[in-house]
Nanobody, 116 residues
Framework: QVQLVESGGGLVQPGGSLRLSCVVSGSLFSIYTMGWYRQAPGKQRELVAS???????NYADSVKGRFTISRDNAKKTVYLQMNSLKPEDTAVYYC??????????WGQGTQVTVSS
């Protein structure tokens, strides 16, 4: 059974940085487009960034220039480097396959809190 395990969240001051990691168990990691998502309290889950197998990347306008998504296929891990964090980045962050038809069960996520 394929599982997603996110880590790296925490409490950080505005302007700070965090690096999130997501380890994907199971095989065939490298062929899938992966995404990082976030869900703030009272809001719907939204896509933050995605990375293809090539890899090509894409970002939500709200994080463009501040966040960087990357992947290590040998480690079956996708990363999200978050710089210049803002209070509005506060959310639980999740990773998953990008396309809904391939979507896995959501992991527990990792909490990111940006506050002074």
């Amino acid at each position: 059974q394929v599982q997603l395990v996110e880590s790296g969240g925490g409490l950080v001051q505005p302007g700070g940085s965090l690096r999130l990691s997501c380890v994907v168990s199971g095989s065939l990691f490298s062929i899938y487009t992966m995404g990082w998502y976030r869900q703030a309290p009272g809001k719907q889950r939204e896509l933050v960034a995605s990375i293809t197998s090539r890899p090509d990347t894409n970002y939500a306008d709200s994080v463009k220039g501040r966040f960087t998504i990357s992947r290590d296929n040998a480690k079956k891990t996708v990363y999200l480097q978050m710089n210049s964090l803002k209070p509005e980045d506060t959310a639980v962050y999740y990773c998953n396959r990008f396309f809904e038809t391939n979507r896995l069960s959501w992991g527990q996520g990792t909490q990111v809190t940006v506050s002074s």
